[in-house]
């Protein structure tokens, strides 16, 4: 029953490589996103979009490129992998209003070597 | 542009003690969420408590309070009977006015000692 599902867990590859991050959410919420958390911590939005649309993206290298298929899936695919992409990447899903708390996935730990 | 800031780095306390963590924020939008999250070693987010702008009282979830000062912009999150599990980060957070997103702080980094 897990409510924010995204896969894989860890993923280590080299510079250059294309990789994708598969987010689902079982909460019915209109809104998803994509976080990254740096070596010290912070979280910072990268994507969001509600309802299969976007509506943030936090000046993202165009290597980044999200994609919505339908409301509960939010997968993230990066090309040309660099050292500077090591990070957690975490997938995150809400309903659309102030009051709306966001629901996490796990996050996946991706390692560029 | 919102701002969500976090003073302590790190902070050590006995268990059973209660902890304070400190969050302040800063948005012109009257209406507002203040959230906080708690993530362990193991990497998770985890959902602990609420707090709309309009909210009359303070928010409690369990062991938790947020110790809301409104016109201080203040939010801080108070652990009652801390335990040895409750060593993690925590972050503070706000929802933009837009309610596109989370904005966060830094971080405190708690340690609870046996």
């Known amino acids: 029953d897990t409510a924010v599902s995204q896969t894989p867990k860890y993923l280590v590859t080299q510079m250059g490589n294309d990789k994708s991050i598969k987010c689902e959410q079982n909460?019915?919420?209109?809104?998803m996103y994509w976080y990254k958390q740096d070596s010290k911590k912070f979280l910072k939005i990268m994507f969001s979009?509600?309802?299969?649309?976007?509506?943030i993206n936090e000046t993202v290298p165009n290597r980044f490129s999200p994609k919505s298929p339908d409301k509960a899936h939010l997968n993230l695919h990066i090309n040309s992998l660099e050292l500077g992409d090591s990070a957690v990447y975490f997938c995150?899903?809400?309903?659309?209003?102030?009051?709306?708390?966001?629901?996490f996935g796990q996050g996946t730990r991706l390692t560029v070597v | 542009a919102q701002k969500i800031t976090q003073t302590q780095p790190g902070m050590f306390v006995q268990e059973k003690e209660a902890v304070t963590l400190d969050c302040t924020y800063d948005?012109?939008?009257?209406?507002?969420?203040l959230f906080w999250y708690k993530q362990p070693s193991s990497g998770e987010m985890i959902f602990l408590i609420y707090?709309?702008?309009?909210?009359?009282q303070n928010a409690t979830e369990g062991r938790y309070s947020l110790n809301f000062q409104k016109a201080r912009k203040s939010a801080n999150l108070v652990i009652s009977a801390s335990q040895l599990g409750d060593s993690a980060m925590y972050f503070c957070?706000?929802?933009?006015?837009?309610?596109?997103?989370?904005?966060f702080g830094q971080g405190t980094r708690l340690t609870i000692n046996p």
């Open positions: 995150a899903s809400s309903l659309r209003d102030r009051q709306a708390e966001a629901f």
């Open positions: 957070a706000m929802r933009d006015p837009g309610a596109q997103k989370l904005v």
């Open positions: 979009y509600n309802n299969k649309e976007l509506i």
């Open positions: 909460l019915g919420h209109d809104t």
């Open positions: 948005t012109s939008d009257p209406s507002y969420g």
């Open positions: 707090q709309g702008s309009y909210d009359q």
